[in-house]
């Protein structure tokens, strides 16, 4: 009886430890991935034409009260397409400012917003659970601002794989547009120089765009940088060819992980006409 209390006390312990172990790896994993950078005392005036805003919910999935911070460019016209622009990891949205402001050369009406542990908005420690949770807030922060406007969702690198959560879960969207962005995190690591590792099944923070973009119901945009040397070009491709139609693919010759939207931005205009029927661009 005493050896089999032992054991059986053993083995708890051991699941304790594995337990605790797969939490410390997971927030490990949370850091890693969206590397976040919070600057709450940020007095810095909003950038020319965009004002800052302020999007407040509860977190069903944290049951904390969240506040998160954005940039908002509109149009003078109140009928203009609006952009949701979703940023990547280590940056927060001010990083962006410069795609930010040629998508709204290019005629939309733009939103981009910082997730918790980003920027000015909660300090919470960003997932892949509560950046879908903060997509939809914004999401939903859009449609009661512009109710009229056809709405789009952008994302840029990581925010590639929020943008294909939100837009393979909303039903109001008209488009979706994905710049240097991944089919899944493990395939990111596999093409990594640590690809060899067997790691797959220890990755939390899957961010699996592959298993969802054929639940996009618009037409899709994606984007890359021929060099891309951080989110090789064969991972957008490989999204790209699991995405529904009508959808299009536009590799940017010279493009880098940063600069493939500023030199990409005459093929942004063809695909805005010719995919998505933006006449006014």
Do not use: C
Request: charged residues 20%; positive net charge.
């Amino acid at each position: 009886m005493k050896k089999t209390a032992r054991l059986h006390f053993l083995v708890l312990i051991v699941l304790l430890v594995l337990v605790l172990s797969l939490l410390v790896l997971d927030r490990l994993q949370r850091r890693w991935i969206f590397q976040p950078r919070i600057n709450q005392t940020s007095t810095a005036a909003a950038p020319p034409g965009a004002t800052d805003v302020w999007i407040d919910f509860r977190s069903a999935v944290s049951k904390q009260e969240v506040r998160l911070h954005g940039l908002w460019w509109p149009q003078a016209q109140p009928e203009a397409p609006v952009l949701l622009y979703l940023h990547g990891a280590r940056w927060d949205v001010r990083a962006s400012t410069a795609r930010m402001r040629r998508m709204h050369s290019l005629g939309f009406s733009v939103l981009g917003v910082d997730y918790r542990g980003f920027g000015r908005s909660s300090t919470e420690l960003p997932s892949e659970s509560l950046v879908r949770e903060d997509a939809h807030a914004a999401w939903d922060w859009l449609a009661v601002k512009q109710p009229k406007a056809k709405r789009f969702i952008f994302g840029h690198s990581l925010g590639g794989a929020i943008a294909v959560q939100l837009s393979a879960e909303v039903t109001d969207d008209a488009g979706l547009m994905l710049e240097g962005t991944f089919s899944s995190i493990p395939h990111v690591v596999e093409a990594s120089k640590w690809g060899w590792l067997p790691v797959d099944w220890l990755i939390t923070q899957r961010f699996d765009s592959l298993s969802r973009i054929d639940r996009v119901g618009v037409p899709v945009l994606v984007v890359h940088g021929s060099q891309d040397q951080l989110i090789p070009p064969t991972l957008g491709q490989s999204l790209y060819q699991h995405a529904a139609q009508p959808k299009r693919f536009e590799l940017v010759q010279g493009g880098a992980h940063h600069s493939t939207n500023a030199l990409g931005q005459a093929q942004y205009r063809r695909a805005l006409r010719e995919l998505f029927g933006l006449s006014g661009v």
